[in-house]
């Protein structure tokens, strides 16, 4: 085998540390503004470079023990502040526990830099320590994937390494990209800081080709989806088009008065057999009836590509395009019609389901008739005490909720609750609806809130999730966080995994069976792992319970609600 090569003779200190400074460099000028990092030897040059960068002010670094909850953290940071992130890890096992998150970004399009260290060429191959095959370990799951040679300190390595520091970054805009680093003792050396670092603006993610045109007519029963990270383009179509919106609840555009909250339904009505057109923005993944109207052969399907791997398209008929351009003005009549009558029987649905909290008439606590104050009293007690379901809980986090705060949904049963029933609002609601996985949710949620804090008017960043969301992320309780950080997180429990409960499965598989492989209970004490991380728990079980959870002032919170399975 070839020996490896002789380091330059003027290499100052240390070839990996003077690369990986300069690979910072880049990153940083070209708009990274986070780095978050797992500690390991391989990778001591990019951490010890990351954290004198952080000192100086160049950068912001979050340090998490495990490679998993690193990877969703920086999904969250990367997601709330549409900026590429970097995620820093050593080599061997370290690099496969950042699979999930980057299957997630993968599908979502959200962009991640993963730099992971490795051995240097001769060392690869040979059974050495912590080494496996790191090139190519995401397959097609990275838009762009790099396997840089070990440096020796040569007079051009560092003008490459900031370049492609650049070019990840824009290879990044929509979706991750791995660089596999190589580095050869000694690991690192004296870091010095560039001092006229500036971070840059981050490049625009897509480029409008060209937008399909449409041309108004009365006859078009056009209906707008908006799916997960569709935004407010969604809502903006809508109203243009005259349609009605069905917009899910992390879509970013359920709101304005053309949005159907109980779409579900209308779909399965006349209204939705009347639809000739449909047009997609975002990745719908909460329902069954929006594929089924996009398979359907008499319905124009017109998709807004995204920066997700895959556009979204169940039928395989779709038109896929960059934009749509809305020409004409939509006729009130036809709009007073067509939109008028999905919102109304959305409207009658929702008022025919059993309403969550019955309130009592206020005007009768100024009653003259002290009978009257006092059944008044009983009936406002009452509602304080009324047991918590679903619907409560999906309702009141978001009625709870305003711009400046953040609402995080994990992949449990209470998205569905909350798509079939919360009400219009424009607020900022994040999920990993990429693959919908259950795990990295409290990771996710913490990047969010360390993202938005830096703004002028941050506010709470709250997470509605399962039992088994939040034990598959436990360990992101552990995680020391900055004490002015206002992140609560509320669990509906309900012994194990409902979800599948409304599955076919649970009709046709063995009680015990579907019970243990299917709901898989536990009896975890969501208090004692509170404690452990330093959260301050509350156990909610009524009404004003939950109303004074709502409310409290502590800044890392867990709120326990038990449901009923």
């Avoid at 690193?70 to 526990?97: D, H, M, Q, Y």
């Avoid at 012994?495 to 209970?521: K, Q, S």
């Avoid at 330093?534 to 319970?545: F, K, V």
Wanted: proline residues 7%; charged residues 20%.
């Amino acid at each position: 085998m070839t020996p490896p090569p002789t380091p330059s003779a003027d290499a100052a200190g240390s070839p990996a540390s003077r690369a990986a400074v300069a690979l910072l460099e880049g990153l940083v000028r070209a708009g990274v503004a986070d780095v978050v990092l797992s500690p390991g030897s391989r990778s001591q040059a990019l951490a010890l470079a990351a954290a004198a960068f952080a000192r100086a002010g160049h950068l912001a670094l979050h340090v998490r023990i495990d490679e998993r909850i690193a990877g969703f953290t920086a999904l969250g940071l990367a997601v709330e502040s549409r900026r590429p992130v970097a995620i820093i890890c050593t080599s061997g096992t370290a690099v496969a526990n950042l699979h999930p998150a980057v299957l997630e970004a993968h599908h979502a399009g959200v962009p991640l830099i993963v730099l992971t260290a490795d051995r240097p060429l001769e060392l690869r191959g040979i059974g050495a320590n912590q080494t496996t095959v790191q090139p190519g370990i995401f397959g097609d799951m990275v838009r762009a994937d790099w396997d840089v040679a070990a440096p020796v300190g040569a007079a051009d390595e560092i003008d490459d390494a900031q370049e492609l520091g650049a070019l990840a970054v824009r290879a990044s805009a929509e979706g991750p990209v791995h660089l596999n680093l190589a580095y050869r003792e000694p690991l690192s050396g004296p870091v010095e800081v560039p001092d006229d670092l500036v971070t840059g603006s981050v490049p625009s993610a897509l480029a409008v080709e060209g937008p399909v045109v449409i041309d108004l007519r009365p006859d078009d029963a056009t209906v707008v989806i908006a799916g997960h990270g569709a935004g407010a383009r969604a809502e903006q179509l809508a109203v243009a088009l005259g349609a009605p919106l069905v917009a899910e609840v992390s879509s970013g555009a359920r709101f304005g008065r053309h949005a159907v909250v109980a779409y579900r339904d209308v779909l399965r009505g006349p209204h939705g057999d009347a639809v000739g057109r449909a047009i997609v923005l975002g990745h719908p993944t909460l329902s069954r009836e929006v594929p089924q109207l996009l398979e359907r052969a008499d319905v124009d399907v017109i998709v807004v590509r995204t920066s997700g791997v895959e556009d979204y398209n169940p039928g395989r008929r779709a038109r896929i395009v960059d934009d749509v351009r809305v020409l004409g003005t939509p006729d009130a009549g036809v709009v007073r019609r067509w939109v008028g009558g999905w919102v109304s029987m959305s409207r009658a649905v929702l008022e025919s389901q059993a309403p969550d909290d019955p309130a009592p008439d206020l005007s009768l606590a100024v009653s003259d008739d002290r009978g009257v104050r006092a059944a008044f009293a009983k009936a406002e007690l009452a509602v304080l005490r009324a047991p918590i379901d679903r619907r409560m809980l999906a309702k009141a986090l978001w009625a709870s909720t305003w711009p400046h705060d953040r609402l995080v949904l994990a992949a449990s049963r209470l998205i569905r609750v909350a798509d079939a029933l919360v009400p219009g609002k424009a607020i900022s609601v994040h999920a990993n609806r990429g693959l919908a996985g259950i795990d990295g949710t409290v990771s996710t949620a913490t990047g969010v809130a360390l993202a938005a804090a830096r703004e002028a008017r941050s506010g709470t960043t709250r997470v509605l999730m399962g039992d088994l969301a939040l034990l598959h992320d436990a360990g992101a309780l552990l995680v020391p966080l900055p004490d002015d950080l206002r992140l609560h997180v509320f669990v509906g429990n309900d012994g194990g995994g409902t979800i599948f409960d409304d599955l076919e499965v649970a009709a046709t598989a063995h009680p015990d069976d579907f019970a243990t492989v299917m709901r898989t209970p536990h009896r975890a004490d969501l208090a004692a792992l509170a404690a452990a991380g330093g959260w301050a728990y509350r156990r909610a079980t009524t009404r004003a319970d939950l109303d004074d959870a709502l409310t409290a002032p502590e800044p890392l919170l867990l709120v326990e609600v038990p449901l009923e399975p």
